[in-house]
Structures are given as C-alpha cells and as structure tokens.
C-alpha cells in the first residue's frame, strides 16, 4: 500500500463510452500525475499538475481530459476512444518544491480495455 | 534529452542465482537515480535511490551504485526469492526537473 489509490481497478469500454478513472492519495503530497503503461514501451507521462495546476500535458490526444479539483484527487475522463489506447493507466504523486524533487509513489493503476 | 537504458529481458534465474540489471543514463547536470519494481497486477514501487556520485541505495537486499563516471546505476541482488519476480524498472530525475525519465523495464522471473 503506497498511500495512492485508484478506481476503477479494471475497466472495458466501447469507443462511444464516456468513463472516469478517478486517484486519490492520502499522502499529503503537492504534485500528481498520469502515465499511460503499454506494453513492450517505457511509461509516458501524459499528465503532470503542480498545486492544482496542470504543468505538462505531453501533446496527449484530447480524448483524454485531466481534472484535478484538490491536491489530493485527479481524474482522467476518457471520450470516444480507441483499441489502441488500451494499457495500464498509473497515477502517481510527489512531495515537491522550488529546491527538489522527490520521489514519486504510485497506484496500483486501472487497466483499461477499449473494444 | 534526458534518457535511460537498461538491459532487455526477459531474465530467468534460479533461486539464490545472482541478479544484474544493467542500467545506464544520460542527463545534464546530476540527476537523481531510482529503480523501481513492479509485481504482477500491480503499480510501481520505489525499491531504491541515489541522490548524488557514489551514493549506494539498497533496500530488501538489492543494491545500487551511482557512478557518475560510467554513468550507470546497475541493480545487483546477490541471492533472489521466488518473490522477487517482477519488472524493474531504472529511472532518473534531473535535479531542475519535475519529470522522471524511465528505461522500458526489465523482466526477471526465478524458477524454484
């Protein structure tokens, strides 16, 4: 347990479907982020917010939409996707500041399938 | 840019065989080092760090170095578990930077 949670676990959807996938860290930390995890690929971030406030967004298909309302929850609402989107999605988060940066802890990660 | 390169796998070994992931970087300045593990169905776990040349992280029998001069940052374990099976992954951290830049992970699996 590393203090981030992550729902759903798992999730199916069709390419119509509209979904959330919703992290929640209990950390206290002041940054958090998405990556994508496909395989056979390194991990892509696909989002960073710093203090509520999105930072990086790495040109991230705008089927993807980021949201994050406090430092301790972020959400990816996903629209209208495609089969080859399907991949493990990680939330992660940090304790960061001006002078450093920390390391990140991670979710479990919701597994997501696009048919 | 910054970038990391470790080993491919797959990796089979058998219990109390010795573990090497080689792994090595490019980045300006002096990054911070990491190698991360990820069991079966799960995230990503912090395993290790090194914040500076020389530095040695170690955690749950695993150990690393960071040498500057070779930039590397190789995992050893001297004895591995059954458990230890997993992807591990090296990532590093540039000391002006927020992003973590990971290698494409390693899989080991150790046969009893």
């Known amino acids: 347990e590393t203090g981030v949670t992550q729902t759903p676990r798992h999730l199916v959807m069709g390419m119509t479907n509209k979904k959330s996938l919703k992290c929640e860290q209990h950390?206290?930390?002041?940054?958090m982020y998405w990556y994508k995890q496909s395989a056979k690929k390194p991990l892509e971030l696909m989002f960073v917010?710093?203090?509520?406030?999105?930072?990086e967004n790495n040109s991230v298909p705008s089927r993807f939409s980021p949201e994050c309302p406090n430092s301790s929850h972020l959400f990816l609402h996903l629209h209208t996707l495609q089969p080859e989107d399907s991949a493990l999605y990680l939330c992660?988060?940090?304790?960061?500041?001006?002078?450093?940066?920390?390391?990140?802890?991670f979710g479990p990660g919701t597994r997501l399938t696009v048919l | 840019g910054d970038s990391v390169t470790q080993m491919e796998g797959p990796v089979t070994l058998s219990e109390e065989a010795f573990l090497t992931i080689n792994c090595t970087y490019t980045?300006?300045?002096?990054?911070?080092l990491f190698w991360y593990v990820q069991y079966p169905g799960e995230g990503l776990q912090l395993l290790l760090k090194?914040?500076?040349?020389?530095d040695k992280g170690s955690n749950k029998g695993f150990e690393a170095t960071y040498r500057k001069e070779t930039t590397s940052f190789h995992l050893e374990k001297g004895s591995v578990q059954v458990s230890d099976s997993a992807v591990y992954f090296c990532?590093?951290?540039?000391?002006?930077?927020?992003?973590?830049?990971f290698g494409a992970g390693t899989t080991v699996t150790v046969r009893a």
């Open positions: 992660a988060s940090s304790q960061d500041n001006t002078v450093s940066y920390n390391e990140q802890f």
């Open positions: 950390l206290g930390h002041n940054a």
């Open positions: 917010y710093s203090l509520e406030e999105r930072v």
């Open positions: 980045a300006t300045g002096y990054p911070s």
């Open positions: 090194a914040t500076k040349a020389d």
């Open positions: 990532a590093l951290r540039s000391s002006n930077d927020y992003k973590l830049s």
